[in-house]
């Protein structure tokens, strides 16, 4: 009894001691915030974007990877990075553009005129959309420097097509969808030649040679294609083509892509002129018109043209002619306030705002107008190129001041309700479009370029979260070395409340220009492969090495922890072809494959068989393994290549 009552009473004395432990080392989020020097601010916000483990994110953002000419994405709010995925430039870990790999020799298909390119500037990725809305089955981004655009399949996130564009020399205004993913389009940038030849740099050749456009690209849904044969390039004049949207609902069939540069101006500096003065220099030459024009193309009438067969093949791609659209009714140009930049179409697709990087106003055009003047052929004059121009006052909604260098605009659930990108000013800037009213402005740090808003280029934007996209950092974080990383803040813009600033991410890969925000909830990801819906299937059991001439094929599988064959000898000179099939059906079991000093590599995810090409020029004795730690015996994971 007694030794009851003592064991009790030490019981709960280690209870207590144990308590008064724990109250002693368990902080209050009082003293957190006062060790930290956190504001009442700070830990709203931190509420705001803390996501527990295990917790998933509202929306996903698609951005650009900039230079590193990749996709990033990442969750809202908890900015909590999620996937590379490599486009333009080989990504090592999933193994994508490593020898020859299923469905991922993206690379090679990416060539240009037999360069092997390894990177790509990438700026707008475009969900497809079904109806004007993101109905998260693909994506598209594009290549400024090497004129180019991707499709990402979104049901593994992995890129399964890359199209050349066969006449541009650079791209800008792209990727951007039609309303039900008719079309991917792809302005050019800097006019060139379409063909692939020299042509002197004269102001007649420039004039009369070179050339801007626009590319549709033909997608096939079920396919999951964009197909070369069924695109078109609408011909446009060597202006400097540049932010391009599709109409949507009343403006559905249209596009609008503005442009620099209408000056035409070839260059001061340079071409034997290097005695001229700055003021000659391009940037001075390019800006010297108050107006530039944005191009309105009416897409279905072009669509025609060339189902029809008005179009020339030029480097087997056909080109719809200036002529025939201007003829068509097809193509018609309209001033806006020199050197534009953003070119946005609201929710409803009536208006188009177009912020011009030198004028501290947003212009905000009716479609209405613009349509009005088109059926009524009330056009102000025409190019040098026979292009109708319409009258810029007569289609005008409101000019609105809102800052230095506005430049790109998103839209808010709420109507009227848009955000604008202030790059000089650093700010975003919230306004209405409908009143023509600025409502308020939010600094940010620094210097924004983009911006996105959850859904912001659909038919039904969510609002809720901004993504300020800046170009600089400057002080927001550790400094590591002179190049900085990225700053992407994300801001609150839910209900009528003063717009608040939540968090900083950085992002250390390429500068992205834009970015788009799409529900979490319409993204169905696969998680496994179908078994067997890869032709080069390895069934477990049939594993083997085969022989013909100098050519080998080796059958392998993977799975926990074991390649099957695990020793494979072959000789010098050898054309090898190399399946491996992953036969886990366990989620998230993926084996990493490499065979040392020939520069493989490849993921094989649950389901996956890739087939790994090379030609084994080095004889000697060459492990292989697995790269992913798949297991306790991952190290175990291995087997030899013996190259006689
Ligand atoms: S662009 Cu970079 S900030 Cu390529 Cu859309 Cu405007
Ligand atoms: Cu498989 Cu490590």
Redesign the pocket.
Same mark, same amino acid.
């Given at each position: 009894m007694l030794n009851f009552i003592l064991r009790k009473r030490q019981l709960g004395l280690a209870l207590l001691v144990s308590l008064l432990a724990f109250s002693g080392s368990a902080e209050t989020l009082k003293e957190v915030a006062k060790k930290r020097g956190l504001t009442d601010k700070d830990l709203l916000a931190a509420a705001k974007t803390y996501t527990p483990s295990g917790k998933k994110d509202e929306y996903l953002v698609f951005s650009?990877g900039g230079q590193a000419g990749q996709l990033i994405v990442y969750g809202v709010p908890s900015m909590r990075l999620l996937k590379y995925i490599g486009v333009f430039t080989p990504e090592p870990w999933s193994g994508y553009g490593y020898g020859e790999v299923e469905g991922m020799h993206r690379l090679k298909e990416g060539m240009i005129r037999g360069t092997k390119i390894t990177w790509g500037d990438t700026?707008?990725p475009a969900l497809s959309e079904t109806n004007g809305d993101y109905d998260g089955q693909f994506v598209f981004i594009n290549d400024?420097a090497n004129p180019r655009v991707a499709v990402i399949d979104l049901k593994t996130f992995e890129t399964v097509q890359i199209v050349v564009n066969p006449i541009f020399k650079s791209e800008?205004?792209s990727s951007v969808v039609t309303p039900n993913t008719e079309y991917a389009m792809e302005a050019a940038q800097y006019p060139a030649p379409y063909s692939n030849k020299y042509v002197a740099l004269t102001q007649k050749n420039f004039n009369e040679i070179y050339r801007g456009g626009i590319t549709y690209w033909k997608f096939n849904r079920e396919k999951g294609r964009l197909m070369p044969k069924q695109s078109f390039t609408v011909e446009l004049p060597p202006y400097m083509q540049?932010?391009t949207d599709a109409g949507k609902l009343i403006s559905d069939g249209w596009s609008f892509t503005n442009s620099i540069n209408t000056e035409r101006y070839i260059g001061g500096f340079g071409n034997g002129n290097t005695h001229l003065k700055h003021k000659l220099a391009n940037e001075a030459g390019m800006s010297a018109k108050d107006t530039d024009y944005m191009h309105i193309v009416n897409w279905r009438k072009a669509e025609k043209l060339f189902k029809a067969g008005k179009f020339k093949k030029i480097n087997g791609h056909a080109v719809i002619s200036m002529k025939d659209m201007v003829k068509a009714n097809a193509l018609f140009l309209l001033p806006e306030s020199k050197s534009p !930049?953003?070119c946005d179409v609201s929710p409803d697709g009536r208006y188009i705002i177009v912020a011009g990087k030198l004028d501290t106003h947003a212009t905000v055009y009716d479609f209405k107008k613009i349509k009005r003047l088109i059926d009524k052929k009330d056009f102000a004059g025409k190019d040098p190129y026979g292009i109708p121009i319409l009258d810029m006052q007569k289609s005008i909604h409101k000019q609105v001041q809102l800052g230095l260098g506005p430049? !790109?605009s998103q839209f808010d659930k709420e109507k009227g309700i848009v955000y604008t990108?202030l +790059?000089v000013d650093s700010a975003v800037a919230r306004w209405d479009y409908l009143k023509g009213k600025l409502l308020e402005k939010l600094p940010i740090h620094y210097n924004i370029?983009?911006l996105v808003t959850a859904e912001g280029d659909t038919v039904n934007p969510d609002g809720k979260y901004l993504i300020a996209?800046n170009?600089l950092a400057i002080d927001r974080f550790n400094q590591v070395g002179p190049l900085h990383p990225q700053n992407h803040q994300l801001i609150d813009i839910k209900g009528k409340k003063p717009m608040s600033l939540l968090y900083d991410m950085p992002l250390p890969l390429g500068?992205p220009? +834009?970015a788009q925000m799409i529900k979490a909830d319409k993204l169905k990801p696969v998680i496994r492969y179908k078994k067997r819906s890869f032709k080069n299937y390895v069934r477990p059991g049939k594993e083997r090495v085969e022989r013909k001439g100098n050519k080998v094929t080796i059958h392998s599988t993977a799975i926990r922890s074991h390649y099957s064959p695990e020793v494979i000898s072959i000789k010098k000179g050898d054309h090898v072809t190399w399946h491996i099939t992953n036969v886990e059906r366990a989620q998230d079991q993926t084996h990493g494959f490499t065979v040392d000093t020939y520069n493989l590599h490849a993921s094989i995810e649950p389901g996956e068989t890739v087939t790994l090409k090379f030609v084994a020029t080095k004889s000697g004795v060459f492990p292989f393994y697995c790269t992913e730690f798949c297991s306790a015996l991952h190290l175990e994971m291995s087997g030899y290549l013996l190259v006689k």
């Amino acid at each position: 009894m007694l030794n009851f009552i003592l064991r009790k009473r030490q019981l709960g004395l280690a209870l207590l001691v144990s308590l008064l432990a724990f109250s002693g080392s368990a902080e209050t989020l009082k003293e957190v915030a006062k060790k930290r020097g956190l504001t009442d601010k700070d830990l709203l916000a931190a509420a705001k974007t803390y996501t527990p483990s295990g917790k998933k994110d509202e929306y996903l953002v698609f951005s650009s990877g900039g230079q590193a000419g990749q996709l990033i994405v990442y969750g809202v709010p908890s900015m909590r990075l999620l996937k590379y995925i490599g486009v333009f430039t080989p990504e090592p870990w999933s193994g994508y553009g490593y020898g020859e790999v299923e469905g991922m020799h993206r690379l090679k298909e990416g060539m240009i005129r037999g360069t092997k390119i390894t990177w790509g500037d990438t700026h707008h990725p475009a969900l497809s959309e079904t109806n004007g809305d993101y109905d998260g089955q693909f994506v598209f981004i594009n290549d400024k420097a090497n004129p180019r655009v991707a499709v990402i399949d979104l049901k593994t996130f992995e890129t399964v097509q890359i199209v050349v564009n066969p006449i541009f020399k650079s791209e800008h205004g792209s990727s951007v969808v039609t309303p039900n993913t008719e079309y991917a389009m792809e302005a050019a940038q800097y006019p060139a030649p379409y063909s692939n030849k020299y042509v002197a740099l004269t102001q007649k050749n420039f004039n009369e040679i070179y050339r801007g456009g626009i590319t549709y690209w033909k997608f096939n849904r079920e396919k999951g294609r964009l197909m070369p044969k069924q695109s078109f390039t609408v011909e446009l004049p060597p202006y400097m083509q540049d932010i391009t949207d599709a109409g949507k609902l009343i403006s559905d069939g249209w596009s609008f892509t503005n442009s620099i540069n209408t000056e035409r101006y070839i260059g001061g500096f340079g071409n034997g002129n290097t005695h001229l003065k700055h003021k000659l220099a391009n940037e001075a030459g390019m800006s010297a018109k108050d107006t530039d024009y944005m191009h309105i193309v009416n897409w279905r009438k072009a669509e025609k043209l060339f189902k029809a067969g008005k179009f020339k093949k030029i480097n087997g791609h056909a080109v719809i002619s200036m002529k025939d659209m201007v003829k068509a009714n097809a193509l018609f140009l309209l001033p806006e306030s020199k050197s534009p !930049h953003g070119c946005d179409v609201s929710p409803d697709g009536r208006y188009i705002i177009v912020a011009g990087k030198l004028d501290t106003h947003a212009t905000v055009y009716d479609f209405k107008k613009i349509k009005r003047l088109i059926d009524k052929k009330d056009f102000a004059g025409k190019d040098p190129y026979g292009i109708p121009i319409l009258d810029m006052q007569k289609s005008i909604h409101k000019q609105v001041q809102l800052g230095l260098g506005p430049l !790109h605009s998103q839209f808010d659930k709420e109507k009227g309700i848009v955000y604008t990108s202030l +790059y000089v000013d650093s700010a975003v800037a919230r306004w209405d479009y409908l009143k023509g009213k600025l409502l308020e402005k939010l600094p940010i740090h620094y210097n924004i370029g983009h911006l996105v808003t959850a859904e912001g280029d659909t038919v039904n934007p969510d609002g809720k979260y901004l993504i300020a996209l800046n170009k600089l950092a400057i002080d927001r974080f550790n400094q590591v070395g002179p190049l900085h990383p990225q700053n992407h803040q994300l801001i609150d813009i839910k209900g009528k409340k003063p717009m608040s600033l939540l968090y900083d991410m950085p992002l250390p890969l390429g500068e992205p220009h +834009y970015a788009q925000m799409i529900k979490a909830d319409k993204l169905k990801p696969v998680i496994r492969y179908k078994k067997r819906s890869f032709k080069n299937y390895v069934r477990p059991g049939k594993e083997r090495v085969e022989r013909k001439g100098n050519k080998v094929t080796i059958h392998s599988t993977a799975i926990r922890s074991h390649y099957s064959p695990e020793v494979i000898s072959i000789k010098k000179g050898d054309h090898v072809t190399w399946h491996i099939t992953n036969v886990e059906r366990a989620q998230d079991q993926t084996h990493g494959f490499t065979v040392d000093t020939y520069n493989l590599h490849a993921s094989i995810e649950p389901g996956e068989t890739v087939t790994l090409k090379f030609v084994a020029t080095k004889s000697g004795v060459f492990p292989f393994y697995c790269t992913e730690f798949c297991s306790a015996l991952h190290l175990e994971m291995s087997g030899y290549l013996l190259v006689k």
